[in-house]
């Protein structure tokens, strides 16, 4: 549509790293791209990141016809634009970044210089390695702030305050005054920078657009009203793309919001269910162990069952056992008694007659009145009830060593020794037993 009648691609400016003409690698993109990472040593593409910057420099055609056409090669301001606007574009992005640049002369408008440029900057690993790479957003970064610079500059020459200063923040933005400056440095003091639009606010034709208006106007007047009709449907137009894309973008937000609800409804539905999973599982789990200590209960009072049978059993064996026992210990008590009553009377009775028995006949007679004293003394007062062997009070000097009570027998013994002793004093003097009696 923009082609010149008569007019041949073939006689546009190309020049690459391949080649400097159409058919021997100046518009052998891919190859040019390639051999530019290879120049640079780039070894990897971050994903999903620009390969490269596509700048369209240009200028008022106006400034080129002054020394020839503008689709003429040779016309030197056209040679000196293809020129800078390489060197312009190398000034930001690093030296030998273009790797490509085209100067259509086939087409309506002229004056726009094609230039692919790939910005080489360090990369650092968070392992402390580096490589180089493609950045194009550091070099567009890079460029806001060098114009920056240089805008506030102006701005305090012109007695303005640097607080007052507002920076620009679009790289495009940066890109149109930089280009400003180094044209005026490089091509022509005369060269001024365009109004930009955020300030104007007009709406901008393209080049399609802004042929059809001026063919369908007889007049400048008509040529105005048409392009301010088509600004003005164009606004419009845009205006509606605005809304358009904002409802589109609102059903957006919308629609992610309810699939980020229905997600954290089904996340609280699968986090309930795994709840649900676990009480019943714990449930499961102590209703499991309630019937294993019901059993083991079961087992128990069956145990005690049969324990308490065959302890009564037991208590039954052991209460006719002490039966016997007190009965039997009765008997031998009783005839005890009876037994050393007897034989004190006879003693006594016969006293006189004793008087003349042999003294060593008497002294048998003391060992045995005193060993049955002793026994009647001790193994009389026992408690048929109990367990113990004897109950009789045990005085301090009969304790053993370690503070407990003597054997019953060594007990009985110790008492008849001393008893017998007491006897044969008595003996000695002539006299009766006295408290034996």
């Known amino acids: 549509m923009r082609q010149r009648e008569g007019a041949s691609h073939e006689d546009n400016h190309f020049w690459s790293l391949c080649g400097d003409s159409l058919f021997e690698g100046g518009a052998d993109y891919f190859k040019a791209f390639k051999a530019h990472k290879e120049v640079h040593g780039v070894t990897s593409e971050r994903k999903n990141a620009a390969l ?25 301001r056209v040679q000196l634009l ?8 190398e000034s930001w992005c690093g030296e ?72 620009i ?36 034709l393209y080049p399609e657009e802004f042929k059809e208006a001026l063919a369908a106007a007889k007049s400048a007047e008509e040529f105005e009203a048409k392009a301010t009709e088509m600004a003005d449907q164009l606004v419009r137009m ?55 200590r019901r059993d083991e209960h079961k087992r128990l009072l069956a145990a005690i069952s049969v324990g308490k049978k065959q302890l009564a059993e037991l208590r039954d064996q052991a209460n006719q056992i002490l ?59 026992v408690d048929l009830r109990g367990n113990a062997a004897y109950r009789t009070q045990v005085n301090d000097d009969e304790m053993t060593d370690e503070g407990d009570p003597p054997p019953a027998l060594d007990l009985v013994l110790d008492r008849a020794k001393k008893r017998i002793e007491a006897k044969n004093d008595l003996i000695s003097r002539n006299e009766p037993g006295g408290p034996s009696r």
């Open 169 to 204: 923040r679009k790289s495009f933005r940066a890109m149109q005054d930089s280009w400003a400056w180094f044209a005026q440095e490089h091509l022509s003091p005369s060269l001024e920078r365009g109004d930009p639009k955020e300030e104007t606010r007009r709406e901008h």
């Open 52 to 76: 490269a910057s596509h700048a369209l420099v240009g200028i008022s055609p106006e400034w080129l016809q002054e020394t020839g056409s503008p689709y003429d090669l040779k016309n030197p």
């Open 82 to 89: 293809i020129a800078k606007a390489k060197d312009w574009v």
């Open 323 to 381: 039966d016997r026992a007190r009965q039997e210990a009765a008997e031998i008590v009783t005839g005890a008694k009876q037994r050393a009553t007897q034989i004190a009377e006879e003693v006594l009775n016969a006293w006189p007659q004793f008087k003349g028995i042999p003294h060593p006949f008497k002294q048998a007679m003391n060992h045995y009145t005193g060993l049955l004293e002793v026994v009647k003394d001790i193994f009389g007062k």
């Open 96 to 167: 030998g970044a273009v790797w490509a640049v085209r100067y259509d002369t086939d087409e309506v408008g002229s004056g726009i210089v094609d230039v692919l440029a790939s910005p080489i900057r360090t990369a650092y690993h968070k392992s402390g390695s580096a490589k180089p790479s493609i950045s194009i957003n550091k070099a567009n970064s890079d460029l806001v702030d060098a114009v920056n610079d240089q805008r506030r500059a102006l701005w305090v020459e012109a007695g303005q305050s640097p607080d007052d200063y507002v920076p």
């Open 238 to 292: 845009r205006q509606e793309a605005e809304l358009a894309a904002a409802e589109a973008e609102a059903r957006r937000v919308e629609d992610e919001r309810r699939a980020i609800e229905a997600r954290r409804a089904r996340r609280e539905d699968e986090e309930a269910a795994r709840s649900l999973r676990d009480e019943q599982r714990q449930l499961k789990d102590g209703i499991a162990d309630l019937e294993q």
